[in-house]
């Protein structure tokens, strides 16, 4: 009886195994990357921390997400590879650094100490793609002095034609763009 009972408990789960099949995994993970281009960064100033931009909640996660009309699209497979407002503030801040020659232009985090005279505060109220084919970027920034008195806010619109229909990766590449032309009207301001 005893082993009547172990052997169909070895056919069970021997059987149970082989149903057992790896599940693919088709999501591509994005990251937003710098295009100023490199060059030697040789100054120590302006020494400018990069906050981490504050985004509209339906930005914050992990997927992309794109508008059209007055719906949001979630994609299931484009994944981004860090957090959004992460990626944001590492790539303004690669791109002023190689716009300014400055090594001290870096996220907040970076920092061990207080050793930057200025902190970069940005509102994005928008980054999607338009249903005409555009990626916009859209929101205020402000370059405020650690000491000293409060600047006012500069509204930024970034437009980045990408064309319709268009995939994540066009899309994401259009992001990079938008974040250069952000990048190069922050630095000429500064």
């Not at 992309?64 to 719906?71: F, K, Y």
């Not at 232009?105 to 980054?127: D, G, K, M, W």
């Not at 970027?137 to 034609?161: A, D, N, Y």
Request: net charge positive; proline share 6%; aromatic share 4%.
């Amino acid at each position: 009886m005893k082993q009547r009972l172990l052997l169909t408990v070895l056919l069970i789960l021997s059987s149970g195994c082989g149903g057992l099949t790896p599940v693919k995994d088709f999501s591509v993970h994005h990251v937003l990357d710098p295009l100023v281009p490199d060059r030697p960064l040789r100054s120590a100033s302006p020494a400018i921390a990069i906050n981490r931009p504050s985004i509209p909640s339906y930005l914050d996660r992990q997927q992309l997400v794109t508008r059209s009309g007055g719906e949001l699209m979630i994609s299931n497979t484009d994944l981004w590879a860090e957090p959004l407002n992460a990626a944001l503030s590492r790539v303004l801040a690669s791109n002023l650094s190689r716009l300014t020659g400055s090594m001290n232009i870096q996220p907040v985090e970076n920092f061990t100490a207080l050793e930057y005279t200025s902190l970069l505060e940005i509102r994005i109220a928008q980054f999607e793609p338009d249903s005409a084919g555009r990626m916009i970027l859209q929101g205020t920034w402000k370059l405020q002095p650690i000491t000293g008195h409060e600047t006012s806010s500069h509204f930024f619109r970034v437009e980045v034609l990408i064309g319709l229909p268009s995939s994540a990766a066009t899309r994401v590449t259009a992001m990079n763009q938008a974040l250069e032309n952000l990048a190069r009207q922050i630095a000429a301001k500064h």
